[in-house]
């Protein structure tokens, strides 16, 4: 995972994680990336400093969230079991399945799964409703 410091044309400022730099490409040019202050798709990296492994051991970094800030992960960290317990986990099929669902090919139902950027922005080209299912600190610890 990789963090992007952002701007919208609001001049707001905020981060985002993606995969890679060809995720933030797709989520950006399908609508994805919005500002979170004023909804703006009109977003663009901002310049930030480089991480730079020295091969001592890592530090944690630590971020003070505020009440309002800590509901939002929450509810996010939610969502995100909610899609896990009640949707089958299809792995890398998951373009393949969401357009069997699609087009009636297969039963409906929810799934979750990994897709290249490609797949994404085909699937959505198509007409295929789909979010990103956030992976988020809990997930790596």
Not at 64 to 75: G, P, R, T, V, Y
Not at 88 to 115: L, P, S, W
Request: proline share 4%; with cysteine; charged share 30%.
């Amino acid at each position: 995972m990789i963090r992007f410091s952002l701007n919208c044309a609001s001049n707001h400022h905020f981060e985002a994680w993606f995969r890679n730099n060809d995720d933030f490409d797709q989520q950006l040019k399908s609508g994805f990336v919005t500002c979170p202050q004023c909804g703006s798709q009109s977003v663009q990296k901002a310049l930030m400093a480089p991480s730079v492994s020295t091969g001592r051991k890592k530090e944690q970094i630590a971020v003070s969230m505020d009440e309002a800030q800590k509901k939002i992960l929450n509810d996010i960290q939610d969502l995100a079991r909610k899609v896990r317990e009640n949707a089958d986990y299809v792995g890398d099929k998951f373009a393949e399945e969401a357009r069997k669902i699609h087009y009636g090919e297969t039963e409906q139902r929810g799934i979750y799964g990994e897709a290249t950027a490609d797949d994404v922005t085909s699937l959505v080209d198509e007409g295929i409703e789909i979010m990103p299912l956030p992976a988020l600190p809990e997930d790596k610890n």
